[in-house]
């Protein structure tokens, strides 16, 4: 008898293993100013070499929050615990962890080797650690070669690289970073995003920052908790977050949705019946949790999930009427990559269409003002009931 196959065990992220204790644990953790209230009982689990993201808009908490992990705020309620250690009165300077600021913060009499090495004098380390230290972050941050100039000779995408170093140099355990490439151009910002992965995944340092901008976030990060006035909406990673958003919240903070309004018609196991006039059709949903017959909805789909022709599309889901409807085209925008249409439907709602240019042309094949089908497919679309 032939023996079974052997398969490989599948890899449990550290959020997914039971045995693995969290590095950094929030527990039921509340901030107030006065009346206001900035973080209200926030609970969380940071696992060991985790690229954590907080992300949210402004005043949802995230920098609050980091600041208490660094000790620059303490909880109104609630304790923190980094590395199995209540960090419950240990001030700042005694707990393992660095903070790089969005400011950057170099000192402009001092040169970029003096900057990265000014935690370690205030440590008393030896001099020729210093200087080995110093050397091999430099290296790590590309800037070898401008050890001796300072912080004005340089380009940002330079001084946020020596801040960095100069943050990192002492080995943290943790390192926190508040919104550390606000300051770059687009371009700079989205290489540094690389760089930054790359040197945290060398290191093996848990790094946890704090952002405003969705794609920083998915772009770098293993997981995101997504900050709305002062609690948690979702935690999860970039493609959990993005596909499968909890909340209307959720789904309309990350990259651009469409949102339908309906009623459910038909619930089963593996699918929810939604009719819909805004969207002029019924829409067939796959994946979605069971919600009650009658109770109101909101049906989300991404605009890259929709096809966009001029000629009615064969029926998605085998049933007429279903995920398809029309419109005319009221808006495009030609970005190179991709372009972006605006269809208004008959009930007057305007749908948002991405489709990609994989061909070279001059000439759009769908122009302003024309009629149009729109269609899609039943795992498109996310039931919403908040």
């Not at 950057?104 to 080797?113: D, G, I, K, S, W």
């Not at 709305?228 to 959720?250: D, K, L, M």
């Not at 109101?296 to 599309?313: G, H, M, W």
Request: net charge neutral; hydrophobic share 40%.
């Amino acid at each position: 008898m032939a023996g079974q196959p052997i398969r490989k065990p599948t890899r449990l992220e550290p959020w997914q293993d039971a045995g693995q204790a969290p590095y950094v644990r929030i527990e039921k953790v509340t901030k107030t100013f006065g009346d206001f209230v900035a973080v209200d009982e926030v609970s969380l689990s940071i696992y060991r070499n985790e690229f954590f993201a907080l992300l949210g808009g402004s005043g949802s908490g995230k920098t609050t929050l980091l600041r208490m992990l660094a000790g620059f705020e303490q909880p109104t309620e609630g304790r923190i615990f980094i590395d199995g250690v209540d960090m419950a009165g240990i001030p700042p300077y005694e707990r393992p962890v660095n903070m790089m600021f969005q400011s950057y913060a170099l000192f402009p009499h001092m040169t970029v080797e003096q900057n990265v090495a000014f935690g370690l004098k205030q440590d008393n380390v030896p001099k020729a650690e210093i200087r080995d230290r110093v050397a091999e972050m430099l290296g790590m941050v590309q800037l070898s070669a401008f050890g001796k100039r300072r912080p004005h000779q340089l380009s940002g995408g330079q001084r946020q690289r020596v801040a960095l170093a100069r943050s990192l140099v002492k080995r943290p355990k943790l390192l926190l970073l508040d919104e550390p490439l606000g300051a770059l151009d687009k371009k700079l910002r989205e290489k540094t995003q690389f760089e930054l992965v790359n040197i945290q995944e060398k290191l093996g340092v848990t790094f946890i920052v704090v952002t405003h901008d969705q794609e920083e976030a998915m772009t770098m990060s293993s997981r995101i908790a997504v900050m709305n006035h002062g609690v948690i909406a979702q935690v999860g990673t970039p493609t959990e977050i993005y596909e499968y958003p909890h909340s209307r919240f959720v789904a309309e903070f990350i990259g651009s949705i469409n949102m339908f309004e309906g009623r459910v018609v038909e619930a089963s196991g593996d699918h929810v019946l939604v009719a819909s006039e805004e969207a002029g059709c019924e829409l067939h949903i796959s994946h979605a949790t069971p919600a009650p017959a009658g109770s109101p909805v909101a049906v989300a789909i991404r605009p890259e999930k929709i096809a966009l022709s001029k000629e009615p599309p064969p029926s998605a889901d085998g049933a007429a009427g279903r995920n398809a409807t029309k419109g005319v085209v009221r808006e495009i925008a030609y970005l190179g990559d991709v372009s972006i249409y605006l269809v208004e439907l008959p009930t007057g709602k305007t749908v948002r269409v991405t489709a990609p240019n994989v061909t070279r042309r001059t000439e759009m094949p769908i122009t302003w003002e024309d009629e149009v089908y729109l269609s899609w497919r039943p795992f498109a679309g996310v039931v919403l009931a908040q």
